[in-house]
């Protein structure tokens, strides 16, 4: 028998989580998170991770599994998704993968691409650029030298943007042209369904998620792990915000404010990047469960 990964993608906060673990209870299998951040244990808050509840009803592999303090790599991951789906795979030929992280999604399903080596130069003129003027200069020349990344990288992270102008000024190539050259063969088959909602929903739908976190706790998770904030993994939209808050830089008010800003930013992005796969099969996200299975099983 053929083996599946059914893959679900879109925007923060669109439902992906519940259609997930629909369609597991339905296939009777397990799910695989590639969401980049909701690997680290110490930030359940913050990264929207499925409630202890979800966990219980459906085996998730990936979901606080790591500590910020670990450094852990989208290779890293390929190599270990690859592992369990192969594991899963074994006793059920479908797997359900979920996220809103494109880059991590691309390299289960497709492998990640061949960059360029870059000289260590380069890279360390890139980072001096940034601690001394910001990040603001930055992402105007990756506008100027590559539009389609500055379109759906993640733009106030400084690790993405100058991995990307590196790559940029390395070969003077645009990074984006180095995506999607050549796909790794895996041995299963993917059908890939993609959730979406007009865009005032899906803002909407962001806004009411970051009020619930902050009744959550979200300030005092923040809190909790202020000292590490130099480490990539909280260099991200939740976290970010509440350190400047944490530090005196703002009101709490203006940091709930910018995280509903820079998530909507991030759904933008999201959207952008899933909207390149073709072979999406895309749904609103009130669509009956029972269409999508309908779809799911005939491409069975």
Known sequence: MDKYIISIVGPTGIGKTSLSIKLATYFKTEIISADSRQFYKEIPIGTAAPSNE????????????????????????EREAIECITTIHKHNPIV??????????????????????VSANIRTQLNTEFK??????????????????????????????????EICRATGKAYSSFLNKEKKKRNFKTIQIGLTAERSLVYERINRRVDLMIAQGLVDEVKSVLEYKQLNALNTVGYKEVFRYLEGHCSLDFAIEEIKKNSRRFA?????????????????????????????????
């Open 132 to 165: 001394t003027n910001g990040i603001q200069g930055l992402q105007k020349e990756l506008k100027s030298l590559d539009p389609i990344a500055y379109e759906t990288i993640a733009l106030d992270n400084p690790h993405r943007v100058i991995r990307a102008l």
């Open 96 to 117: 359900v993968l979920v996220g809103g992280s494109g880059l991590y999604v691309q390299a289960v399903l497709e492998g990640l691409d061949d960059f360029p080596e």
């Open 54 to 77: 979800e966990q219980k009803a459906i085996t998730h592999h990936f979901i606080h599994n790591k500590s910020i303090l670990d450094k852990y790599s989208v290779g890293d991951f």
């Open 268 to 300: 933008k992005r999201q959207v952008t990047w899933f909207k390149r796969q073709e072979e999406t099969k895309w749904y609103d996200h009130s669509t009956p469960i029972e269409e999508i299975l309908a779809y799911i099983n005939k491409m069975l």
